[in-house]
């Protein structure tokens, strides 16, 4: 007997239900039951009938002053799950403290997800001014330092299918915004086994990030400190940042298993 394809046994009503709760994305917060039957193309009736059930389980709340619906606290219970249950977030949050005791930065830790870096974890430095930290947020890769540090060890093919267009959006006047010119930058990045984030995201923000590898020598994330520009120049980079980002980066993936 043929072998049925996964796709076949899709429970409608559970791929709707998934699909309402991933609207709630980025800065979008609260939506209502006309904005939500529009996105999901469903009548307002199903809608309904797939928020009250989320809603009996705590997935999805009612702000009962705009009537709008947001994320349910079980959503961040099961995030928070997710989280502890990585491998590479337990190995990784010592070193990530012990990174920010050595240069009192901010450090993160991060994976590549699609397009974007994600950043899962992070240990923030003490001083006044520092850089938000974006956990959670997903960010994108080309102009990170925690992005460009796992792009760089993709073959052309890859980089042609993860960058499409020739041409990518600048965030500063400083985003690399030619294919071929971060393809090359890549090269370097590889070679150096380290990447730098020259305020290409965020005007006044630098970053610095290496690459963790697990067991089997694959890139599964990076390490990456990051603040404002004043702090983090061409000397204290060279000099400190960059060698304690590596030493960390190489820390974890030999927690990972991995040998040179």
């Known amino acids: 007997m043929a072998k049925k394809d996964k796709s076949e046994y899709i429970i409608q ?110 240990v923030e430095t003490d001083l006044t001014v520092r850089v ?22 993709m073959n052309d093919e890859e980089l042609e299918t993860f960058f499409p267009s020739k041409e990518l959006k600048a965030f500063t006047p400083n985003t690399i915004t030619d294919r071929d010119v971060l393809k090359k930058n890549l090269k370097v990045v590889a070679e150096q086994g380290y990447a730098i984030d020259n305020e290409e995201l965020d005007l006044g923000v630098r970053c610095v990030g290496a690459p963790i590898r697990d067991y089997t020598r694959r890139i599964i994330g990076a390490v990456s400190l990051s603040g404002p520009s004043m702090r983090f120049t ?4 060279d000099k400190e940042l960059i060698p304690l980002v590596k030493q960390a980066a190489e820390e974890i993936s030999m927690k990972l298993g991995y040998h040179k």
């Open 13 to 122: 009503a559970v791929d709707h239900a998934l699909d309402l709760l991933e609207q709630f994305h980025d800065e979008i917060d609260e939506l209502g039951v006309t904005e939500l039957s529009k996105r999901l193309k469903l009548h307002k009736n199903n809608v309904f009938r797939l928020l009250a059930t989320l809603e009996s389980r705590g997935y999805i709340e009612q702000n009962r002053v705009t009537e709008n619906y947001r994320l349910g606290l079980k959503t961040l219970e099961l995030g928070q799950t997710f989280i502890k249950q990585m491998g590479l977030l337990r190995q990784s949050r010592p070193v990530l403290e012990w990174l920010v005791s050595q240069c009192n930065e901010t450090a993160y830790v991060a994976i590549l997800k699609e397009l974007s870096i994600v950043y899962l974890d992070v």
């Open 234 to 237: 061409d000397e204290r980079m």
């Open 132 to 153: 938000v930290p974006r956990v959670g947020s997903r960010l994108p890769a080309y102009c990170t330092a925690a992005g460009k540090i796992q792009m760089a060890y």
